[in-house]
């Protein structure tokens, strides 16, 4: 959707209106990255004071993730 330019603005006038609107929009983009982040933000924290609440540690929900070495002898289809 474009708007009409006012006929008495110069191509300075224009480009100064382009430059205002330009800036805008990046800030517009900012403020919803920042709400994104700060979002992010809150749900891990929640997450690690409703851990700490329950006597969870975070290192006790991470599992350990077995070499390649391990996972090929583990594999049930080289028992056939």
Not at 24 to 43: D, M, P, T
Not at 54 to 60: I, M
């Amino acid at each position: 959707m474009s708007r009409k330019v006012p006929e008495a603005w110069s191509d300075d006038d224009r480009k100064l209106y382009l430059n205002i609107a330009l800036r805008r929009k990046r800030e517009h983009v900012s403020a919803y990255a920042l709400i994104a982040i700060g979002g992010q933000l809150f749900h891990r924290l929640e997450t690690v004071i409703d851990n700490q609440t329950h006597g969870e540690s975070e290192e006790e929900d991470d599992e350990e993730i077995p070499d390649s070495d391990d996972c090929e002898s583990q594999n049930p289809a080289d028992e056939n």
